[in-house]
């Protein structure tokens, strides 16, 4: 199929992004409104089909209403010369599927995150009564910022996938093999809870790197979702937390009864570990009966046929009676081989996960049990089994084979560079490498904006093991000191006090009556918090203000000095006149200081007065010399 250049005379193709059973994947760019989409080509068998057309239409209709952060936002629907296509939003980032076949197993607290996120998603759907009933790790994209987002709703009720992994019924797909809910697998009607299951079957493969059930075919894998119950996590992964392996195994209950009852519950449980509290859920015991079908007895598929072919339905049943008579002329033939020539003594295989390989490999000799190692990452230390295969207590016969899991230690992962971003951006980037957040402490800055990185621990592109913590240095904005209080000091001393706390300081000066030099105001006041280099204005006086010297002379002494001292704040002093005066007595012959001078509240004068009316000691005289000074005026 050729890459066409645009679809519905709108969308721009701009690449070729993947293709899938049903279709091809386009990025593209959405000409009316400037932005980036995916664009969905339905394949041309289904296009011909016009009732799947129609149902692809509803259902498209229905996912379109889904408004929720955690689901992939659909935004068209159309047809152009026969060719149906969906727009949907563009992700920048990997499909789960991907990442846990590149990184093998997600830490059990990413796990839990990535699958509270899709529960979140589902209960939106099934609040709006659309069950998804695809839920797969490929259908949940993980952005480059780390959220999480749930897509093809909607459609997994019209198209399935591949034909090597999709179970059908007369048609109707109902699920891809690996995570097909029992009640799927049977053809039986489902609702949110078969959602629920295959979420739990995404957590299972997230935890521990695989599905819970593995098969040659689909059949063969749905008969194990129906009839086998589930290995719990922690027996592939002995670092799994009980907790989660609890949560995991009652979403995978065979009977929907048994299972969380909506995805919300889940949701909560989920979170009640990534709290730290008890989750509600049990390690969920066997159960007897597992889907009874209406007709009576207990079925894998009823009718439904593989790859939507029901026609070849009584060909699968001629086919197991073939694999059963083989299997009959196999068992015969091995009995008869045992009896002729003796089989191996039974052997009771023993423990040996938790030794060193060469403690196994001596164990299992010694029990006269052949052995073969796999490896793979864990966060045990290198060397030691973690898992094994037939497990301890099984019985076989002796020279059978029995493997061994080797941890190879933890898998390494370059640590990203988070500086710059915010708080929670680099959480989301640490996640996504599969590292967890470590201490956050934080510092003043006058560089970055409070909230933003500025430091990290281990660096950018270090190597370090998988789920290894990552201390964040977070900017509290610039660094805050408290002003101290100057008034009152001279201005030499209160620059160095403000300096010394680290804030700058301005001087402004002013007359007033305190001594010259000392400061008289500030601001900021005492007390304020202010970022450090911050400016303080402080107000300097530069003592009284200065007047000219009034001309007091031929003045009565008495109102000279009560002048002087008033209205200019001197310290008058009188004096008896000792040279030559034409002034009556009591009155003012000379000054000083000499009328004009600059004095200032506080100087000194000194008035000279002529004899006969004033005291040479200065001050006013007696009652008689005032009276005889008055005569003196007046008969002068």
Known sequence: MSTPSSFGGRYAVLERVGSGGMAEVYRARDELLGREVAVKVLSERFSRDRSFIERFRREAQSAANLNHPNVVSLFDYGADDGTYFIVMEFIEGKPLSEIIAEEGALMPERAAEIASDVARALERAHEGGLVHR?????NIMITSSGETKVTDFGIARAVGGDDQATMTQTGMVIGTAAYLSPEQAQGNPVDGRSDVYSLGVVLYEMLTGR?????????????????????????????IPAA?????????????D??????REMREDLGRFLAGQAVHATPVLTEDATMVAPGGGTEIMRETAVYDEPEKSRAWWYVLAAVLILALFGILAWLLADNLFGGGEPVEVPRVIGMTEDEARERLEQANLDVDVERRPSRRPVGEVVAQDPEAGETVEEG??????VSRGPRETDVPGVIGLSQEEAEAELRGANLRVGEITQEPSDEFEPGTVIGQDPEEGEQVPVRTRVDLVVSAGPETVVVPTVVGLQEADAVANLRAVGLEVQVNRDASDAPEGQVIDQDPDAGTEVPAGDTVIILVSEGPEEQPMPDMTGQDADQAEATLEEDFGLEVTQVEETQACTEPPGRVCRQDPSPGTPVSPGDSATLYVQGGGADAGGGGGSPLDRIVAWMWTFFA
């Open 134 to 138: 695809d839920i797969k790790s490929s």
């Open 211 to 239: 599905t819970p059930f593995q098969g040659d075919t689909p059949l063969s894998i749905a008969y194990k979702h129906v009839r086998e119950d589930a290995r719990p996590p922690s027996d592939i992964d002995p670092d």
């Open 244 to 256: 989660l392996d609890s949560i995991c195994l009652k979403a995978l209950a065979k009977n929907p």
């Open 258 to 263: 048994n299972r969380f009852s909506t995805a």
């Open 400 to 405: 059978d084979t029995v493997t061994i899991t």
